[in-house]
C-alpha cells in the first residue's frame, strides 16, 4: 500500500500554479465536451445516412455508406482528440470547425 501511495505521489505534476490549472482543467473539459459533442453528431449522420442508403440501394450501398461515414466520425475524434489534448497541456487551441 505504501508503494502504491508513493507511486501516485511521483506520478503527480507539481503545481505550478492554482490559477492556470483551473484553466487548464475548464479548457480541457471544454474541448473534451466538444470532441463528444461532434463525434455524436456524425455517428448519428452514419446510421441517418447508412439507413436511407439501405432503404433506396439496398446492403450494398448502406455498407459503402457506414464505412465513409465511419470513416469521418474516426477523423473528427481524432481532431477533437488532438484539441483536448492541446487543452490539457495549456495550448492554444485551434478552432476546428
Known sequence: MIVALLAALAARPPLANAAGKRTSVKNTA???TKTAGRT???GALTFGRS???F???GPKAAKEAWKAGAAK???AAK???RSTKQAAKGEQVRPSH
Open 30 to 32: 471544454k474541448e473534451a
Open 40 to 42: 455524436a453528431k456524425e
Open 51 to 53: 439507413t436511407k442508403a
Open 55 to 57: 432503404f433506396t440501394g
Open 73 to 75: 466520425t474516426k477523423q
Open 79 to 81: 481532431a477533437g482528440g
